[in-house]
């Protein structure tokens, strides 16, 4: 059980933490804050409703992982290095692809509500 505590503080300092430091997982709370609310409006179903909040979190997981190597990258070097800035490449890359999964699967749901698919 204290285990299982301390992973549970861990997971609140680190989500503080990323709320403080960067202004893209604070905006993606605020898409999250709307998204919950709207799979109600948009999803015909239980399981349609989960796939658009799961796509939002699927975006903040990937902000996160994101944000991390980030921050462990400049705290290696901050001097430039390809392979570095290949590393936050694909980092933002993660991000960029997560995002352009929500958005297809927003989509997809707001078209079949309004009978468009």
Avoid at 14 to 24: I, K, P, Q
Avoid at 78 to 101: F, H, Q, W, Y
Avoid at 110 to 115: I, M, N, V
């Amino acid at each position: 059980m204290r285990r299982l505590l301390r992973a549970t503080r861990h997971t609140w300092n680190g989500l503080v933490a990323a709320a403080r430091s960067e202004a893209a997982f604070r905006q993606e709370l605020l898409l999250l804050a709307l998204a919950v609310p709207l799979a109600f409006v948009v999803g015909e179903g239980a399981w349609q409703r989960l796939l658009l909040v799961a796509v939002i979190l699927l975006i903040m997981i990937a902000e996160l992982l994101n944000s991390a190597l980030e921050k462990l990258a400049d705290e290696v070097t901050l001097e430039v290095r390809p392979g570095i800035g290949r590393v936050k490449d694909m980092g933002s890359a993660a991000v960029g692809v997560s995002l352009l999964l929500a958005a297809l699967v927003w989509l997809v749901a707001l078209g079949e509500r309004l009978g468009l698919l």
